[in-house]
């Protein structure tokens, strides 16, 4: 399974970027996809997830209302639309799949998810 984000930049605050993410290897429309970013100095901590069907989303509290996680089966690829962007949400961004398909678990934390992209880095200048 690969894995590959694009579609980050620099950006300033307030505007917005959609990041993708391509899988190949497997279909993807029975696994559960998450987005997670990691900035300097810090931990990589989960920022949106959609489960296999698509019907369920999962956001982290400090993106909830600004950013909006989508699937396109037909494409195998996700997407995180980043709108109201702050300079806080500067990170390299990752997305990341289970290897189990139909999960139903939390799907928030780094543990649930075995396979990683190399991210893409989204800079939002103040």
């Known amino acids: 399974v690969q894995l590959q984000a694009s579609g980050g930049g620099l950006v300033q605050a307030g505007g917005s970027l959609r990041l993708s993410c391509a899988a190949s290897g497997r279909t993807s429309s029975t696994y559960a996809m998450g987005w997670f970013r990691q900035a300097p100095g810090k931990e990589r901590e989960f920022v949106a997830a959609?489960?296999?069907?698509?019907?369920?989303?999962y956001y982290a509290d400090s993106v909830k209302g600004r950013f909006t996680v989508s699937r396109d089966n037909a494409k195998n690829t996700i997407y995180l639309q980043m709108n109201r962007l702050k300079p806080e949400d500067t990170a390299v961004y990752y997305c990341?799949?289970?290897?189990?398909?139909?999960?139903?678990?939390?799907?928030?934390?780094?543990?649930?998810?075995?396979?990683w992209g190399l991210g893409t880095q989204v800079t939002v200048s103040s």
């Open positions: 990341a799949t289970p290897w189990r398909p139909y999960y139903s678990g939390r799907h928030t934390s780094r543990g649930e998810y075995d396979y």
């Open positions: 959609i489960n296999w069907s698509g019907d369920t989303t």
